[in-house]
């Protein structure tokens, strides 16, 4: 019989394209979902997950086993960022499920921190776990990956969430490292999601630099991008102009970056 603690693989997927342009407008062919009139999702910011091993063997309490990887890479943020969770409108975790969330929370108030005003966990969101009896919630990569692209990416592009820090989680393990009795260690990586605006008012760009634009990247669009990201970040260091790749010499776990837009 399957325990209260066990998780349903949710059969699934989600990708996403980054990059530095924005996504293509609803009125132009091929254009994204992302696209939205009030503005754009873009990753502002990641901590780097570590592997974290409480010893948990119990391959059916997956939550428990990620619940550890979760709190340390959720307090890191916190505190590279000088944050606090007030400062999200949502700090959403892979698959956790039920068990795994308590942990998480508990793990987190004994460091001094209380998420559970903005707390959520894919694996609770993706089902009802009360209707179609999924024990602690769903779970697998296509969990979150389905909960991020379909459900917190739109909300993020509209507006609806000015800033999310996502946080994936994952087990290491294998049918041989679970015969073989070694424990089961979890690794969950931050990425903070925020809404950029479109910008209105501009100014208009002069004839003979609107006709160095190809039709395939509007000239609006262009300046909407370069507008939004100087608003919210600031302009950026002259070394990091045109790179979206942290440099070796960053020593902090947690990087805050140019924009990249999804």
């Not at 063997?57 to 606090?84: K, Q, V, W, Y």
């Not at 990956?145 to 507006?159: D, K, Q």
Request: aromatic share 4%.
């Amino acid at each position: 019989q399957r325990p209260l603690s066990a998780t349903w693989t949710v059969t699934g997927s989600g990708a996403c394209v980054i990059g530095a342009k924005p996504p293509r407008s609803c009125s132009l062919p091929g254009s994204s979902p992302l696209a939205h009139t009030n503005g754009y999702a873009a990753i502002t910011g990641i901590t780097t997950g570590k592997v974290i091993d409480f010893g948990f063997h119990d391959s059916l309490n997956m939550g428990g086993c990620m619940a550890p990887a979760a709190c340390d890479t959720i307090h890191r943020n916190l505190e590279d960022f000088s944050r606090s969770p007030e400062d999200y409108d949502a700090i959403i975790t892979g698959d956790l499920g039920m068990i795994g969330q308590h942990i998480l929370l508990d793990l987190l108030a004994e460091k001094g921190t209380d998420i559970s005003s903005v707390h959520q966990d894919c694996g609770l969101l993706i089902y009802d776990n009360q209707a179609q009896d999924t024990h602690s919630g769903g779970s697998g990569c296509g969990c979150a990956a389905s909960v991020l692209t379909a459900w917190l990416l739109p909300r993020i592009a509209s507006g609806e969430l000015k800033r999310v820090l996502f946080v994936p989680t994952g087990a290491l393990l294998s049918k041989v490292s679970f015969n073989e009795g070694v424990p089961v260690s979890g690794i969950a990586h931050g990425i903070i999601l925020e809404h950029i605006p479109r910008p209105c008012n501009l100014t208009p760009i002069a004839a003979n630099t609107i006709a160095k634009f190809s039709s395939e990247s509007p000239p609006r669009e262009a300046c909407c991008t370069i507008c939004a990201a100087s608003l919210s970040c600031g302009r950026p260091f002259p070394e990091k102009i045109g790179s979206f790749c942290p440099r070796i010499r960053v020593v902090r776990p947690s990087i805050a970056e140019i924009p990249v837009l999804i």
